[in-house]
């Protein structure tokens, strides 16, 4: 196993759970209903990704190759751009602030990370070993 992408997914688990918990208990008190869901598609997202660290982690044992490094190095990646931005966006439209074009631009980014780090895990389980 990975240690790395494990602790590193656990670490982002808690972090997702803690934030889940935020949006539901307080945010909801100082956010409008559409602010509150940006912040919640980054939890649900960051959630799934931490899941798809782990199975990196899990599946690096057997798939000890580029290809699974690469992925969980996309998935955190990701996590970071894709999550990061829409916590950012929220705060911005909290505050009101009119820079929130410029955590926008982060998020696609961040999918692009999700979505090459699926490729690279499918591309690690299928190569042939040599």
Same mark, same amino acid.
């Given at each position: 196993? !990975? ?8 670490? %982002? ?39 798809? +660290?782990?199975?990196?982690? =899990?599946?690096?044992?057997?798939? !000890? /190759? ?6 969980? /190095?996309?998935? *955190? ?10 916590? =950012? %966006?929220?705060? +911005? ?11 926008? *631009? +982060?998020?696609? *980014? ?8 699926? *490729?690279? %895990?499918? +591309? ?7």
């Amino acid at each position: 196993m !990975n240690k790395n992408f494990a602790s590193v997914a656990a670490i %982002l688990g808690m972090l997702s759970v803690v934030l889940g918990a935020f949006a539901a208990h307080k945010l909801k008190d100082i956010a409008s209903p559409e602010t509150v869901a940006i912040f919640e598609t980054g939890v649900r997202y960051q959630f799934y990704h931490v899941f798809a +660290l782990l199975l990196v982690a =899990l599946l690096s044992e057997r798939w !000890n /190759n580029k290809w699974m490094i690469w992925a969980g /190095n996309c998935f *955190i990646t990701g996590i970071i751009l894709f999550s990061g931005s829409l916590y =950012l %966006l929220t705060a +911005l439209k909290i505050a009101e602030s009119t820079h929130q074009l410029l955590a926008g *631009i +982060l998020t696609p *980014i961040g999918g692009v990370f999700f979505i090459a780090g699926w *490729i690279f %895990l499918w +591309l690690g389980v299928t190569q042939k070993e040599k």
